[in-house]
């Protein structure tokens, strides 16, 4: 067998071009390389040197040579799909699958079982490839040291053994075939093949082989094979099997050590090439790789000459990019491929990262957190939200209904918006299909949006649309019958948003849905569709499975401008100018973990891949690739959790060796971080006129004492931060769950002397389950469930608080509103509130308000001073108690502030506390009528304050309450935690 290993500027593609171009008849040759992408340059290169039309050789991936093999020799039916083979691992092994997943049969779900199957049948088929036997298998616990041999990893390799036979036996008897057996039979028969008929076979660009590929290479090396490779590292260890079959030749390579029992015949180096120009870029993440690409494609794209004559491109199909990942690769497209003329991507895109596979997964996460108490409205809100179902068609029935387009998605994008807000100020975080389609108040607030934005839509179109859209995308998937019937709703799913959505208008929505339809139709297809899972969420955890590795190819012309490749295609190819991103270590070489349930001791010592061989190769690929170029740029991430890959630490190692420095720059955002200070918002005549004739509450001037700007924000502007409904129960959440149950606990009581008895415990607990009930639904469990304990151990300690302190105090009244009017030099401002309680407490009336929260105070009269207009935030604290005692005197004229006070109960503090307006300070207490004018002249300056057109709304001197300021990102403090 000749075996020649070409230099690294060699060309691989070409030097087996010259092999064929001497050959008698080019038709009667067969080239194999790795993988599909050579081919095409292999035939450019023979159509120019030949420049006519001409009868091509045989060129093929290994994987279609197997074919052609196995075409000659009568075993070329196509390899049965991994569905299928899924179907016949369990219908006729489910016993031992269990056994090697070490489950119970009866415990464990279907759905459970089928991913676990397409995992085993992966390593069934590495073992297979490789030759091995069910023997090899069960023989192997033999070989273990004693410390790694306990019982129960012994019974689970001799049950991977037994299921290992058994499914070839199960895969034979149904006359299927696979793509590993396949392999395994060419490599038994390869005696049979007729080699005769070529002239030459040549495998060019080979490192890594199976023990199948190596058995057909040491038979056909006897005959007329010629194997051509490219020197690098590992070489000479990776075809050390040839040792048996090779000739003595009389020539070595320089990659071969003289100990190496593999001999070649080293091609002569006709020309002494410069060695490969090295850059390196460093970024802080991916975006800053590709802003660098780009700025350095701008720089070429000045000093380049065309690659092509024909065109002002300076880029063609001799420079590359490689993406290692295809996540960089929408980014690229974005800010890189629209500065180059012509361009081929030819990686794959992962299905998992497409916006129909999201679509699907937001589906999911609906239907598997579905529970007797509905959808979990967080889901739900996800999933109509998916560009996809937002963007919907609006269609009506009524003759009534006008909309301005007859294809309008605005209309659907308002109803889910209004959606979000009824559900968003909901406690309850569970929801019926029928609750949104039937709730009255939501149905008319989303009619009015719409006929505020011109459409005519009455409420009774917009249940229609909804319930329609229920009807169609969610209440198919509540009942699945078996895995045929999801395929074909979910066929019907995507064809309705195909349809009656804005999707079609993505500009990838039709590659992206046509392959994961291609998908779905083999789902159907398979011997799997007849089998049914307990749930919902079974189906779509298998589907995530089976789709994990579907990817989209991008169409495009091979040959013709720059390309764009993944790592592993760029093998056996020549480049000039390579552009490597992503080059960190968790990426080059791939990451360690392996997705197989073989311990990596026994895939080691049975002779499979490991981490081990996949290092081998990539550092094998990526020595080549650079090698082989005239200049290579290398972009890597450098962060506190990123760094770069140790194949370029070995680049720069090296340089630094011969003495040179490495030419490494950094990537940086041209963006100014400085900050100046908050700017001040002015006051135009018509703010302050529509501020006078407004009502103010005590919160809206509270703010205003706080921030000028943020009540500028709030109530000046009408902004006002988006409720967002996360999973979790929120403190706001449960304020007003408890200011509703203490509000309906007290409001039988009023005008009687409070006194707590035993039995009022187990009231307060009746009245809570109602308030639950209500706003909590599923609160029997989980997180739920313990916040109603909180809630409940806290309404205990409020009833204790009561029955030591409060004990014959007597309720006056519940929620009560408050209003008052106040004199400024702008004239009547009117001012609103509402108090949570007013109590009898000997001859004071006692205003009370309820805090959950633990960081609310009231005003210290001790040390508020009127005069010192700087410290107010810190000294008046909040107008709310003096705001109440002004509102109910007015209201009362007969009563008077001698007999009355004011407090805050604080509830969320380990014990329950209350902030007394009046209370004693430092032994002594205050002249209520003097401190009651004092707040009152307080509350009239901050509102001619805001009134005041001369002065600005201005930011908080101290940057504190900034923290969980809601407009923080608009004044431009957001950087404040």
Not at 192 to 221: C, D, P, V, W
Not at 582 to 590: G, K, S, T, V, W
Not at 960 to 972: D, E, M, N, S
Request: proline content about 6%; glycine content about 6%.
């Amino acid at each position: 067998m000749k075996v020649d290993i070409i230099g690294p500027k060699e060309n691989l593609v070409e030097k087996a071009g010259e092999i064929l171009l001497s050959a008698k008849s080019l038709a009667d040759n067969v080239v194999v390389f790795p993988g599909k992408r050579p081919a095409h340059f292999l035939r450019k290169f023979l159509a120019e040197k030949k420049g006519s039309a001409l009868k091509a050789p045989v060129i093929a991936s290994m994987d279609g040579f197997i074919d052609l093999v196995a075409e000659e020799l009568g075993f070329d039916a196509p390899a049965a799909p991994q569905l299928d083979l899924a179907w016949l691992l369990y219908d006729g092994s489910k016993t031992g699958l269990c056994r090697v997943i070490a489950a119970d049969p009866k415990a464990l779900a279907l759905d459970s079982i089928l991913p676990w199957a397409l995992k085993i049948i992966g390593d069934f088929e590495e073992l297979k490839i490789e030759l091995k036997t069910q023997k090899d298998l069960s023989a192997y616990d033999s070989l273990l040291p004693e410390d790694l041999k306990p019982d129960s990893f012994i019974k689970k390799l001799e049950s991977f053994s037994r299921l290992y036979g058994e499914f070839y036996a199960a895969v034979e008897k149904e006359g299927l075939l696979t793509r590993a057996m396949k392999y395994a039979e060419a490599a038994g028969k390869i005696s049979q093949f007729n080699h005769k008929r070529y002239e030459n076979i040549i495998f060019a660009g080979f490192f890594a082989l199976t023990n199948a590929e190596k058995i057909i290479l040491k038979h056909l090396s006897n005959y007329n094979a010629q194997v051509l490779l490219e020197s690098g590292p590992g070489l000479e260890e990776q075809f050390q099997f040839l040792e048996l079959s090779s000739p003595v030749t009389s020539h070595r390579s320089q990659v071969t050590s003289n100990q190496s029992p593999v001999t070649s015949n080293r091609s002569p180096v006709t020309s002494h090439k410069p060695e490969t120009a090295l850059h390196f870029y460093k970024a802080s993440d991916t975006h800053g790789e590709i802003f660098k690409l780009a700025e350095l494609f701008n720089s070429h794209s000045s000093t380049l000459k065309p690659s092509d004559p024909k065109t002002l491109n300076p880029f063609g199909s001799r420079d590359v990019i490689v993406l290692p990942e295809a996540r960089a690769l929408f980014p690229l497209i974005e800010n890189v491929l629209p500065k180059v003329e012509n361009y081929n991507i030819s990686m794959g895109y992962p299905l998992v990262s497409t916006p129909v596979y999201a679509l699907i997964d937001a589906l999911a996460d609906l239907l598997d957190k579905k529970g007797e108490a509905g959808y979990f409205a967080p889901n739900y809100l996800n999933f109509v939200f998916h560009p996809y179902v937002k963007n919907i068609y609006f269609k009506a029935d009524s003759g009534e209904c006008r909309v301005d387009s007859k294809r309008s998605a605005e209309p659907s994008r308002i109803i889910f918006q209004t959606i979000e807000e009824h559900v968003s100020s909901r406690v309850n975080k569970y929801i019926t299909l029928k609750e949104i389609e039937n709730d009255a108040e939501l149905l008319r607030t989303a009619a009015d949006k719409l006929n505020n934005c011109g459409e005519k839509i009455g409420p009774a179109d917009i249940k229609a649309h909804i319930a329609a859209l229920h009807k169609t995308l969610i209440v198919p998937f509540e009942k699945i019958k078996d895995i045929g019937g999801f395929a074909a709703k979910l066929l019907d799913f995507i064809s309705y948003i195909s349809e009656n959505s804005t999707a079609p208008l993505h500009p990838y929505w039709a590659p992206f849905v046509e392959r994961a339809i291609e998908h779905i139709i083999e789902l159907r297809n398979s011997r799997l569709a007849g089998i049914g899972f307990a749930g919902a969420g079974g189906y779509f955890k298998f589907f995530k499975t089976f789709i994990r590795d579907a990817a989209y190819p991008f169409p495009g012309a091979p040959l013709k401008g720059l390309q764009v490749l993944g790592s592993l295609e760029t093998r056996g190819l020549k480049f000039d100018r390579v552009y490597f991103l992503d080059a960190n270590a968790d990426i080059l070489p791939a990451p360690r973990k392996e997705d197989t349930l073989l311990p990596h001791f026994v895939r080691e010592g049975l002779g499979l891949s490991t981490y081990k061989t996949r290092e081998r190769r990539s550092r094998y690929y990526f020595t080549t690739l650079l090698a082989g170029a005239r200049e290579a740029h290398i972009f890597y991430k450098d962060s506190a959790d990123k760094e770069r890959s140790p194949f370029v630490e070995r680049l720069v190692w090296d340089l630094e060796r011969q003495g040179k420095e490495p030419d490494e720059s950094d990537a940086h955002f041209r963006i100014k971080f400085a900050q100046g200070p908050p700017a001040p918002a002015g006051k135009p005549e018509e703010l302050i006129a529509e501020l006078a004739c407004r009502e103010f509450s005590p919160s809206a001037i509270d703010t205003y004492l706080n921030c000028g700007l943020q009540f500028y924000y709030k109530y000046a502007l009408g902004l006002k931060e988006k409720d967002e409904l996360s999973g979790d129960i929120e403190q706001r959440d449960i304020g007003v769950m408890v200011h509703e149950i203490l509000e309906n606990f007290f409001k039988p009581r009023i005008g009687r002397p409070l006194e707590i008895k035993k039995e009022d415990y187990a009231l307060m607990f009746e009245e809570a389950g109602r308030t639950f009930d209500a706003r909590m639904k599923n609160h029997g469990s989980g997180f739920e469930y313990l916040i109603k304990r909180q809630i409940e151990k806290r309404l205990s300690d409020i009833l204790d608080h009561h029955r030591a302190k409060l004990a014959g105090v007597t309720v006056l009244a519940v929620e009560t509103e408050l209003k008052a009017e106040i004199s400024t030099r702008y004239g009547g401002i009117k001012l609103k509130g509402r108090a949570d309680r007013i109590d009898l407490r000997g001859a004071v009336t006692h205003i009370l308000d309820y805090k959950t929260g633990a960081a609310a105070g009231a005003p210290n009269w001790s040390r508020f001073d009127l005069g010192l207009r700087a410290d107010w935030p810190g000294t008046l604290k909040s107008v709310q108690l003096p705001f109440y005692l002004l509102a109910y005197l007015e209201e009362k004229k007969g009563a008077g502030i001698r007999n009355m006070d004011a407090s805050l109960m604080l509830l969320g503090r380990e014990e329950i506390q209350e902030e007394t307006l009046f209370r004693e300070r430092y032994k002594k207490v205050p002249d209520k009528a003097v401190f009651s004018g004092v707040y009152r002249q307080a509350i009239t300056v901050l509102i001619e304050e805001i009134l005041d057109p001369a002065l600005a709304f201005t930011a908080a001197p101290d940057e504190t309450p900034c923290a969980a300021c809601p407009f923080k990102t608009l004044c431009g403090r957001q950087w404040v935690e």
